[in-house]
């Protein structure tokens, strides 16, 4: 009794508990046999294709092959939200122009814009990169909007009396200020983009015999290997929680949270 | 002595969906090098607007403020305001790292930086604190911080807009001392709003006393009391009750607005 309390009172156990019987149940529902191999590997089998795919560097070559994808369209995407809402805080004018184009597009999901980009850019890179900003600058753009909106007027006064003017008044006081904003803008940047990337590539496919992990998903399935489709669902779900528990854990932790700017997490 | 500041017929009104509210009308007077100048009024009768518009914060209707020479109107590093909200230490900064940025943004170099934020985090008794950041502090220690970083920045003058509003009364009378003693030393030129006519006359060289709707001045006091000053001396006790008058008398306003006694904290 004593042990089962201590091990529900520490978050991270009590989500393995959790884990840990979600799979038992996926093995008992194998294990009856009424579901054919093809539908519902089992989880040894599904455990033995993610290994071999490890193994033989293929499951590497396509989750960096999705990196890049995604590295590129973050880069390109925070330096477009960045420029855009700066000069929103510097002309009126352009706030109104942002504003609008934000709310005409935010609510477009990024693959309603496939057969867009497949005109545009045709199969390739280009059209999953041009897919992928656009499901990374509305919402950051929203959310940095709103938080350079709610920086404190003392701040912004302070910043103006040392003698800080235009762009540097928002790079060196409304940025830092609105961390805390931006850093959700980022998160849902990320998960948005991340979402969005392997719908893309399943469509798009590769290009020049690169693929990333949802091409490797989609050939896969083709070839009905399906362990090792599960076994790259599950590569996603393990970069998506480390991206959002670790690497963002760690930028909160570093910055808003050291800075006081936000409360500290509960256990 | 030289004026260092001079406001000449200054009008601020601000218009409102509620109307106009003339926030000060006609407001003339001078401030002169090295000289603290503290300003006493009710609630609402203008002292933060006529200090932002000094500032350069705040809009004006007519008039013209002078700093020595020169017109102004722009805020600058020149006049360096301390508010009385603790929030205006850049909180993603150290207590240091606010006074060396400011520093760094006015053209001084890394050495100099350095040595001129730890000279003024010593001067308000700061330097333990000078790696901690904003949030780690008391409200004090934050006021304390801010005023360090304004000191570093050598203004012209400084304005401070109840800085020490926000505080208990214990904490308040030993930053009130301190900021004598750092007056004295360092010799800056100082207009500090308050509207606790005890800290008015314990800091103030003069007292100007303004009434409200509109802002105007009703009365600038000459506070000819030896420092460092006492309340419990009949001197003391004296000016209090002038004061207190010149405050009250606004109770039974000619508007007939019945304006929250002040000084009574
Ligand atoms: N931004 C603004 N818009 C409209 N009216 C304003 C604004 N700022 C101040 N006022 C009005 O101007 C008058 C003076 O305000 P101000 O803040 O200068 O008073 P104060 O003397 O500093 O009061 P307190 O002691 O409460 O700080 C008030 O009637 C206030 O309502
Ligand atoms: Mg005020």
New interface residues.
């Given amino acids: 009794m004593q042990l089962i309390k201590k091990v529900f009172e520490n978050k991270f156990l009590r989500q393995l508990v959790f884990i840990v019987g979600l799979l038992s149940v996926w093995q008992i529902v194998v294990s009856t046999g009424k579901y054919h191999e093809l539908i519902l590997p089992s989880l040894g089998s599904i455990w033995t294709a993610l290994i071999e795919s490890i193994t033989s560097g293929e499951m590497w070559d396509h989750t960096a092959y999705s990196f890049y994808l995604i590295g590129q369209a973050l880069g390109i995407g925070i330096v477009l939200a960045f420029s855009l809402t700066a000069l929103s805080m510097v002309s009126p004018l352009f706030a109104d122009f942002v504003k609008t184009i934000t709310t005409i597009f935010h609510p477009l999901p990024g693959v309603a814009l496939l057969p867009i980009a497949l005109m545009w850019f045709g199969i390739g890179e280009k059209s999953i990169i041009f897919i992928l900003v656009h499901s990374i600058i509305w919402p950051l753009i929203l959310n940095t909007y709103t938080g350079f909106r709610s920086v404190s007027r003392t701040q912004l006064e302070v910043g103006r009396n040392i003698g800080l003017k235009g762009l540097r008044l928002v790079s060196s006081v409304m940025v830092p200020s609105a961390f805390p904003y931006i850093l959700t803008g980022l998160k849902i940047s990320w998960s948005n983009s991340w979402r969005s990337l392997v719908a893309a590539e399943m469509i798009f496919g590769a290009s020049g015999g690169k693929g990333g992990l949802g091409w490797w998903i989609y050939q896969k399935r083709f070839f009905l290997k399906t362990p090792s489709v599960f076994a790259a669902l599950f590569v996603i779900i393990l970069i998506g929680i480390l991206v959002e528990n670790v690497v963002f854990a760690q930028l909160e932790k570093q910055t808003v949270q050291r800075w006081g700017m936000v409360i500290r997490r509960e256990k | 002595m030289d004026a260092k500041v001079v406001i000449e017929n200054l009008w601020v009104k601000f218009e409102g969906e509620q109307g106009n509210v003339q926030a000060l009308e006609d407001i003339s007077f001078s401030v002169n090098e090295g000289e603290f100048l503290t300003i006493l009024g009710p609630s609402g009768c203008g002292k933060s607007t006529l200090i932002r518009v000094i500032?350069?914060?705040q809009s004006l209707e007519k008039g013209k403020i002078f700093l020595g020479k020169k017109q102004v109107a722009e805020?600058?590093?020149d006049?360096?305001?301390v508010?009385q909200?603790f929030?205006?230490l850049?909180?993603?900064r150290t207590v240091i790292g606010n006074i060396t940025?400011?520093l760094k943004?006015?053209g001084l170099d890394k050495t100099k930086r350095e040595a001129k934020a730890n000279k003024y985090l010593e001067m308000v008794n700061l330097q333990e604190f000078a790696r901690a950041?904003?949030?780690?502090l008391s409200g004090g220690m934050k006021q304390r911080a801010a005023i360090a970083r304004s000191l570093a920045?050598n203004p012209e003058i400084l304005l401070m807009d109840e800085p020490f509003g926000s505080l208990d009364a214990q904490t308040r009378s030993i930053l009130q001392a301190e900021l004598v003693r750092i007056w004295q030393k360092v010799g800056s030129t100082i207009i500090f709003i308050t509207h606790n006519i005890q800290e008015a006359i314990l800091l103030g060289d003069r007292v100007m006393v303004m009434s409200s709707h509109p802002g105007t001045i009703k009365e600038i006091v000459d506070v000819e009391i030896k420092r460092p000053r006492l309340p419990e001396t009949p001197e003391f006790m004296k000016l209090w009750h002038k004061l207190y008058t010149l405050l009250e008398t606004k109770r039974f306003g000619e508007n007939g607005r019945n304006n929250v006694l002040p000084g009574k904290d």
């Fill in positions: 500032a350069g914060f805020p600058g590093p006049r360096i305001m508010f909200e929030d205006q850049f909180p993603w940025y400011a943004v006015n950041f904003p949030h780690q920045l």
